[in-house]
């Protein structure tokens, strides 16, 4: 007797690969939105609701921050929890990877929409190549986070861990380590002390005109010379964290501070009796070869002698002597 059943239709699960790519991709245009909302959009809406004329320039940059504070925060915590506790291999990195991609990618854009713009071509024709453009590049983007290749590269970066919160053996090496990032942190303070006295950031805002838009602009980056610094700052703070934990740095410094544990380190009372000792042994000695040096320039340039027909003293004399100053 026959019994029919019932199909069941297959599941295709997707590869490892594609997940990457869907992964990094949505989160490089989280990423970008955030960023853009940060410092574009809400300087851009804060300056039409309170401008300069109205308030004070400094209330006004610091009432910014104190909005923009926790709309950076919400959105960080908000990435992360879309990101999820065992995110694929390498999404953070890809993520990472892709938001410049795709900053750099925009900027290129409408650079090229500008040139577009001046060379008198018509709106449509900019707004089209422009949409071409950043298409392309989302789809160049995906194509290379779908290379398996890129993607165990990414998977090796992401692993060396410069894109977790977490720390590499955090018990160990705890005072090297603090030296270390105190170390970074001040060749950084150090360089943007140099660039804000020589205004290498520049003032003002960073802006983009808008190609099919006449009189409208893209803004970028508000306030440069304050905004410009800080971004640095969070980056160098990120980088030296990160530094520290990066396993094979963080073995070395682990392995330096065990070995300086192993050393034995005098007291200050002896300290500074052995330098005692050592000052005036460099000094007692110092004289007596003074002096024999003396004795034997005597006693060789004598007549009787003769071993030294040339006083080297004398010599120098005359020298001093016959100097043109």
Known sequence: MAVAEKPTPEIVSRSPQHQLAVGALLGSLYALFSLALVFSILPSVWRELFPPSALDPFLATALLVVVTVPVAVLLLIAGYRLLGQHPPRGVRAGSTFGTLYLFA??????????????????????????AGLFGGALYGLYWLLTRPAFGTLLGRFEDNGWFDVSGFKPNQGLRVR??????????????????????????????????????????????????????????GVWLAIRVVNWPTFADFLIA?????????????????????VVLVTVVLLTVFLFVI?????????????????????????????????
């Not at 990618?105 to 422009?130: D, E, H, K, Y």
């Not at 603090?178 to 660039?195: A, D, E, N």
């Not at 802006?207 to 970028?220: A, D, Q």
């Open 293 to 325: 040096d003396i004795l034997w320039v005597l006693v060789l340039s004598n007549p009787a002698v003769r071993v030294l027909v040339h006083n080297p003293l004398e010599e120098r004399a005359k020298q001093n002597q016959t100097a043109s100053w």
């Open 178 to 235: 603090r030296g270390t990032i105190i170390g970074i942190l001040v060749i950084i303070v150090c360089g943007l002390i140099v660039l804000l006295n020589h205004n290498t950031v520049g003032k003002g805002n960073w802006e983009m005109v808008v190609p099919f838009l006449p009189g409208k602009v893209l803004p970028i980056l508000y306030r440069l010379d304050i905004t410009v610094p800080l971004l640095i700052l969070a980056a």
């Open 105 to 130: 990618a925009l900027i290129i854009t409408f650079v090229v929409g500008n040139a577009m713009s001046n060379a008198l071509l018509g709106t449509p024709v900019v707004a089209v190549v422009m």
């Open 256 to 276: 330096t501070e065990a070995e300086m544990n192993k050393v034995s380190w005098t007291t200050r009372k002896r300290l500074v009796q052995d330098t005692i």
